[in-house]
């Protein structure tokens, strides 16, 4: 997180933040970051700022994600809660209920199988091995490997991981509970974001000289320089080249909501 006396930069991984962040620091001299990928606090929401977020295509934001972590390795913590078996119940314990789906949970860690994961992360121009993760990742939740509350967001299964950790991420703190109970249909899931989403402004990577250029003007700052790409996955630059008709589907409809609010 970045935050001055005229912003607060809220950090969605994979939506050109270090770029943005690179270029805050460069301009904005009162400015400082807390923890990578920090949550913004109640403290903070009630302070005079302009809440600031990124956004990405969820088709490119995929494969950034998955490929990072081919690079990554263990560096990626989305890595390593795919691949490693995780046990220790203090990762759960503050989901509140979903006493079944904790044993589910922990069934998935048991059985899942590591040198297969591992394998899927081992090249980032292999577009068989990306569709086999998202499909791991997305399709059967039940039987999910991934170590993270994404398990446990949702009864039904009706939103993607994309979708998940921008609600996590740009949601008032005292509502995140209920993202683990209450979105049970997409018109539930528009409503919590029209009631607790706090951000004023998304920044878009598609067109991201273009959306600083304009938010510099807001703030009144002279921009110093170009933005500078900063910690690019290496990677295929054609979406098209990773997804075939069924894992595109998959990540259409469990991300229709982003599709949606910004046009894509």
């Known amino acids: 997180m970045f935050i001055s006396n ?29 923890r990578p990928h920090d949550y913004v606090t109640n403290d903070i929401l009630n302070q005079k700022v302009k809440f600031i977020g990124s956004i990405r295509n969820p088709f490119d934001w995929y494969i950034s994600r998955w490929s990072y972590g081919c690079m990554m390795k263990n560096d990626d913590s989305l ?19 979903q006493f079944i789906k904790k044993i589910k949970y922990l069934r998935n860690q048991f059985l899942k199988k590591n040198n297969y994961l591992v394998k899927l992360y081992s090249d980032p121009y292999n577009e068989k091995n990306f569709r086999l993760w998202l499909k791991e990742l997305l399709f059967d939740r039940e039987k999910s490997p991934l170590a993270e509350h994404y398990f446990f967001s949702t009864k039904n299964n009706n939103f993607g991981y994309m979708t998940f950790r921008y609600l996590i991420m740009f949601t008032k703190p005292q509502y995140r509970s209920k993202i683990y109970s209450e979105l049970k ?48 996955s290496e990677r295929k630059r054609e979406i ?6 069924e894992t595109r589907e998959i990540v259409r409809n469990l991300d229709r909501f982003i599709f949606k609010k910004f046009n894509y």
């Open 6 to 34: 005229k912003i607060c930069f809220l950090e969605l991984e994979k939506t050109g933040i270090s770029s943005i962040n690179k270029y805050l620091q460069d301009h904005i001299t009162d400015g400082k970051n807390t």
């Open 240 to 245: 098209d080249y990773y997804y075939d008709g």
């Open 185 to 232: 249909s997409y018109k539930d899931i528009e409503e919590f974001d029209k009631n607790y989403n706090f951000i004023n402004k998304f920044l878009r990577v598609e067109i991201l000289n273009d959306e600083l250029e304009k938010l510099s003007k807001e703030l009144n700052i002279k921009p110093k320089k170009n933005i500078e790409i900063v910690n690019p």
């Open 79 to 97: 890595y390593k809660n795919f691949v490693n078996k995780r046990f220790n119940l203090l990762r759960i314990s503050k989901i509140e209920g």
